[in-house]
C-alpha cells in the first residue's frame, strides 16, 4: 500500500446520547485504495462513527477532513455530494420503486425537469450488469429477495459519484472517494460475497476507499489491508491486517483475554435433583407444532436443536400461552396451567425472552430502569405499584449482576447495543424470580463477549434450581449448555438427546437430518 | 437483519417473480379495478335508465362538470396519502374559500382578478403551516390537519355567519360560460379540474419531486438515508394539497355562487374515499392520480345512478360509498398481505 496522505481524517471524534457517551476521543484515517476494516463489539461504536461521518447524527466536538479539507456534513445528502457514500446494514431503499429508481433517486436524469426514464432505465441496466447482476431493472425492487435489494443498494451508493452514471441534471458529482459498508454481507450467501469482494477489489484500484463493518472476521481478514479497533466508544488501535492475528484481534476487541472466554467450554453440567417442574401432554397446535410431550426437570436446561423455522419457537409459545394450543395440557408442579393467555404461565412462574427483543420485548422508548421493572409491575397489578425504593435496589442488583453497561437506569433502551438489550430483557424477567426461563435465541446478532456472559448466566441461574429452554441456532451453543437436548425437524419434537460426552454437535445435525435418534 | 422462523416451506429465493405473481404485485392493478368497476355500473345505468336520457353524453360530461371540485381537491390529498401523510383539513379549506372569497368580492368589492391568486395564495400558505409543523415538530398529520380543519372552519364564521351570495356578473358568466366538446359540452370548473389532473400526473412521474413522493411514502426512514430532501418534499406536500383546496373552494364557489360557512362539511372524506377507491394505498407509497379520476367518477356516478332512481334517498350515496370502500380497502389489504408471503 502506498501511503500517500489520507483522504479521510476524523480526529477526537466525539458523540454523546443522553446518558450515553457513544464515541469518545476517537481518531481515524481512511488511504485511497485501500479496503479499510472497523472492528469492535456490538456497542463499540462503529455504527456511531459511520453516523457521525455521513451526517446522520450532528458532531459534539473533533473535526473530520475530508480531502485536506474540513467538512461538517449536515445531512447524508451533503455527505453523498462530496463523495462518501455508504450502504447500510438494513436495506435502506424504497421497496414500492422500481430497482432502477432506487438506484437514481434523487439524481434522475433530467432534462428541462422532465425525468428521462428511457435514460434512467439504461444507466441503471448498465450499472447493474457491472456488477454481474442479472435482473430486471423495471421491476419493484419488492419483487427481489433481501441480497439482491442489498447488491442494488451497493450499485446505488457506486452510482452516485460516476460520472457517467451521474447525468446532467444531477450536477455533477466528484465521484465516490469514500464507500462506506456497513455490515453489507449479513444478508449474502456465499457466492454473492465473493461478487461484492470483486467488485470491493476493482474499486480499490480505481482509488476508491473503502471502510467495511463486518462480523465475520474471516471475511475481514480475506478481503481488508488495514483495520482499526473501537471498544466503548474509544480508539483501541490501528493496524495492518498482515499485522495482527485473528486472536489477538478479538483480545483487543474484548480488552480481555482469551482465556476467559474458553473457560466455558469446560464447564461440566451440574447434575438436577431429579424433581419434575413442567409437564406438557399433548401440546400442539395446528399448523404450529405437532402434538409433544415434554417434561422440564428443576435446574435443568433443556437446549431446542432444529432448523430455522423447525418450530422451536412455536413450541416455546406454546409452552408460555402466547399461542393458543389446540390440544394438550401443561402442568407446573403438579397444577394445570391455564393457556390461554401468558398470564396463567406468567402466575405459574414461567418467563419469556422473545427472539424479537426489539418488537416484541423491550421498549425502546422507555428508560433501562422503566423496561426492567415492566414484567414484576404486570405480576402484581397495577393497583399495587412497586415501592420507590425497593424498585431502585432492585434495578441497581441487575443492573450490576448481569453487567448492563452503560450503568445508568435512566439510558433510554433504544440507545444501547444488541448485547446489553438482551440483558435489560433477561434482567426484567429474571426480576420476577420465574421457575422457568424460557429464552429465544437469547444470543443472536451480539458479540462474542456478551454472549459468553449470557451463557454463563445460564448455567449459574440453573446452579440456583431455575430451568431453562434455550433455543438457539448455534448448535455448540446448545450442547454446551444443556442437559437435554430437544430436537426439531418439520414442526415436530423428534428426539429427546441426554446430553453427555459421547454426544456430539455431528449427532445431533445426523438427529435433524434424518429425524431419528441412535 | 430480520428472520422468522414461521415459515419454513417459503420458496427458495426466486430471482425472476412468475408471470402471474408479477401481475398480482403489478401496481396498476388496483386502478384497473376501478375503472372496470365505473364501466360496469355505467352499463348498469346504460340499461336501465337508457329511455330516461342516460345515454346522453352530457351525462358523463355531467360527471366532471359535478364534481370537477372534488377531482381537485382528491388530487391534492392523492399526494399527501401518497406520501405516507392524511390531510383532514380539506373540507373546510373549501369552505373556508368560499366564503373568502364570496367576502372578498362582494362586501369589499376587489376585482376577481386579485381575488382568484389571493385565495390560491392562502389556501398553499394554510397547507405550508400544517407541513411546516408536521416535519418541523414531528407530530402525527392526523392531529395537525384536524386542528386544520377546526381552525378554517372557525376561520369562516369569523369573516360571517351568514352565507354572502355573490351576484358580481364576472362570477356568473365564468359559471355559465360552456366548453363545447361537440357532443356536449363542460364548465370552466370541470376543464380546470382535468387541467389539474393532468400536471399532478406529470408532477408525479416526471419531476424528482414526484419520485420523491413516492420515496417517502414508501420508507420515509431510507428516504433520509437515500440523501433525499424528506423534510422540505413532506412541506411541499401539505402546500400542494393546501393550495389544491383552495382551488376546489374556487371551484365550488362557482358551481354554487355563494359563500356560506358551512360549505362542504366533512368533504375531505369524500376526497379520502376517491383517493381510496382510486387504489391508492393508505400506508404511503403506492397509487396513482389516475386512480383518484377514477375514484372520483365512481362517486359521482353513484350520486348520479341514484338521481335517476329517483325513487331513492340521497342518503343511499354514503350507504354505497362505504359499502365501496370497505370493498376497495379490504381488496388492498388482500394484495398486500399476498405481496409479503
Redesign the interface.
Given at each position: 500500500m502506498a501511503e500517500p496522505r489520507p483522504v479521510l481524517e476524523m480526529a477526537g471524534i466525539v458523540k454523546e446520547f443522553p446518558g450515553v457517551r457513544a464515541l469518545s476521543d476517537v481518531d481515524f484515517r481512511l488511504f485511497p485504495g485501500e479496503i479499510h476494516a472497523l472492528m469492535g463489539e456490538n456497542g463499540a461504536g462503529k455504527s456511531t462513527l459511520i453516523k457521525v461521518l455521513t451526517g446522520v447524527y450532528s458532531l459534539d466536538g473533533g473535526t473530520i477532513t475530508l480531502d485536506g479539507e474540513s467538512v461538517r456534513f449536515a445531512s447524508p445528502l451533503q455527505a453523498q455530494q462530496a463523495g462518501i457514500s455508504t450502504v447500510y446494514q438494513e436495506v435502506n431503499l424504497c421497496p414500492n420503486l422500481s430497482v432502477a429508481e432506487n438506484i437514481f433517486i434523487g439524481r434522475e436524469p433530467t432534462r428541462m425537469g422532465r425525468i428521462q426514464w428511457k435514460r434512467l432505465r439504461q444507466e441503471a441496466a448498465r450499472l447493474v450488469d457491472r456488477l454481474g447482476l442479472d435482473i430486471d431493472v423495471t421491476a419493484p425492487l419488492s419483487s427481489y429477495p433481501l441480497a439482491v435489494q442489498q447488491l442494488v443498494a451497493i450499485v446505488r451508493s457506486l452510482g452516485i459519484g460516476d460520472g457517467d452514471g451521474d447525468g446532467e441534471g444531477a450536477g455533477g458529482g466528484p465521484g465516490t472517494k469514500v464507500l462506506i459498508l456497513d455490515e453489507p454481507t449479513s444478508s449474502l450467501d456465499r457466492d454473492e460475497v465473493l461478487q461484492l469482494f470483486a467488485l470491493m477489489r476493482r474499486l480499490k484500484d480505481e482509488g476508491v476507499a473503502i471502510l467495511f463493518v463486518s462480523h465475520f472476521l474471516d471475511q475481514i481478514y480475506e478481503v481488508c489491508d488495514r483495520m482499526t479497533v473501537l471498544r466503548n466508544g474509544t480508539l483501541v488501535s490501528e493496524h495492518l491486517v498482515s499485522d495482527l492475528d485473528q486472536v489477538g484481534l478479538v483480545q483487543l476487541m474484548l480488552g480481555k483475554a482469551m482465556g476467559q472466554l474458553e473457560e466455558l467450554h469446560e464447564h461440566q453440567l451440574h447434575s438436577t435433583a431429579g424433581e419434575t417442574l413442567l409437564k406438557a401432554d399433548g401440546l400442539g397446535r395446528t399448523g404450529s407444532i405437532a402434538p409433544f410431550d415434554l417434561e422440564i426437570d428443576k435446574g435443568e436446561v433443556i437446549g431446542l436443536a432444529g432448523l430455522l423455522g423447525s418450530g422451536r419457537t412455536e413450541l416455546a409459545r406454546l409452552l408460555f400461552g402466547a399461542d393458543h394450543p389446540d390440544s394438550g395440557t401443561v402442568t407446573v408442579d403438579g397444577k394445570q396451567v391455564s393457556l390461554s393467555a401468558p398470564n396463567g404461565a406468567i402466575g405459574a412462574g414461567v418467563a419469556f425472552c422473545s427472539e424479537n427483543r426489539k418488537t416484541e420485548g423491550l421498549v425502546p422508548d422507555l428508560t433501562v430502569r422503566e423496561n426492567i421493572i415492566l414484567a414484576l409491575q404486570a405480576a402484581r397489578g397495577w393497583t399495587r405499584p412497586v415501592p420507590a425504593a425497593q424498585r431502585d435496589e432492585l434495578v441497581a442488583k441487575y443492573i450490576k449482576a448481569l453487567d448492563i453497561r452503560p450503568a445508568n437506569p435512566e439510558a433510554r433502551v433504544g440507545q444501547l447495543s444488541g448485547g446489553n438489550q438482551q440483558k435489560v430483557l433477561l434482567a426484567r424477567w429474571l426480576i420476577t424470580q420465574p421457575k422457568l426461563l424460557i429464552l429465544d435465541e437469547p444470543t443472536r446478532g451480539i458479540d462474542i463477549g456478551a454472549k459468553a456472559e449470557i451463557q454463563k448466566l445460564v448455567v449459574s441461574l440453573s446452579e440456583d434450581g431455575m430451568s431453562v429452554l434455550y433455543i438457539a441456532a448455534e448448535l455448540e451453543e446448545v450442547l454446551r449448555l444443556s442437559h437435554t437436548i430437544g430436537v426439531l425437524r418439520d414442526r415436530r419434537l423428534v428426539a429427546r438427546i441426554t446430553n453427555g460426552p459421547e454426544i456430539t454437535t455431528s449427532k445431533i445435525l445426523e438427529t435433524i437430518a434424518s429425524g431419528e435418534h441412535q | 437483519?430480520?428472520?422468522t422462523?414461521?415459515?419454513?416451506?417459503?420458496a427458495p429465493?426466486?430471482?425472476?417473480?412468475s408471470r402471474a405473481?408479477?401481475l398480482l404485485?403489478d401496481?396498476r392493478l388496483p386502478v384497473a379495478a376501478t375503472a372496470l368497476l365505473f364501466l360496469v355500473m355505467y352499463g348498469v345505468g346504460l340499461s336501465r335508465y337508457q329511455f330516461y336520457g342516460f345515454a346522453e353524453p352530457q351525462v358523463f360530461l355531467n360527471l366532471f362538470i359535478d364534481n370537477g371540485y372534488l377531482l381537485v381537491a382528491a388530487v391534492g390529498v392523492t399526494f399527501v396519502i401518497l406520501s405516507g401523510g392524511i390531510d383532514l383539513s380539506v373540507g373546510s379549506m373549501i369552505g373556508f374559500t368560499t366564503m373568502f372569497t364570496a367576502w372578498l368580492v362582494e362586501r369589499q368589492g376587489l376585482p376577481l382578478a386579485l381575488v382568484i391568486p389571493l385565495a390560491l395564495a392562502v389556501g398553499a400558505f394554510g397547507g405550508f403551516l400544517m407541513g411546516y409543523v408536521i416535519h418541523n415538530f414531528e407530530i402525527q398529520p392526523f392531529i395537525v390537519t384536524l386542528a386544520g380543519l377546526f381552525l378554517f372552519r372557525g376561520l369562516c364564521l369569523v369573516i360571517s355567519k351568514e352565507s354572502i351570495s355573490i351576484s358580481d356578473s364576472g362570477v356568473s358568466s365564468m359559471a355559465q360560460a360552456q366548453v363545447s366538446l361537440g357532443m356536449g359540452f363542460l364548465s370552466i370548473g370541470a376543464v380546470v379540474s382535468l387541467v389539474v389532473l393532468a400536471l399532478a400526473f406529470y408532477v408525479l412521474?416526471?419531476?424528482?419531486f414526484g419520485?420523491?413522493v413516492?420515496?417517502i411514502?414508501?420508507?420515509e426512514?431510507?428516504?433520509?438515508?437515500?440523501?433525499?430532501?424528506q423534510g422540505g418534499t413532506k412541506i411541499a406536500v401539505y402546500t400542494v394539497s393546501g393550495f389544491c383546496s383552495a382551488l376546489a373552494g374556487l371551484l365550488f364557489t362557482l358551481y354554487i355562487q355563494s359563500g356560506d360557512p358551512l360549505h362542504a362539511t366533512g368533504m375531505e372524506l369524500d376526497a379520502i374515499a376517491a383517493v381510496v377507491i382510486g387504489g391508492t394505498l393508505l400506508t404511503g407509497?403506492?397509487g396513482y392520480v389516475l386512480g383518484t379520476l377514477f375514484g372520483v367518477l365512481v362517486l359521482g356516478l353513484i350520486k348520479s345512478l341514484i338521481q335517476f332512481e329517483g325513487t331513492l334517498s340521497s342518503w343511499w350515496t354514503k350507504i354505497a360509498t362505504g359499502v365501496l370502500l370497505c370493498a376497495f380497502i379490504l381488496i388492498q389489504r388482500f394484495m398486500t398481505t399476498r405481496?409479503k408471503a
Open positions: - | 437483519m430480520t428472520t422462523t414461521q415459515s419454513p416451506q417459503a429465493d426466486s430471482r425472476t417473480p405473481a408479477r404485485a401496481r412521474h416526471y419531476t424528482r419520485r420523491r413516492y420515496a411514502g414508501g420508507n426512514q431510507s428516504a433520509l438515508l437515500m440523501g433525499l430532501p407509497g403506492s405481496k
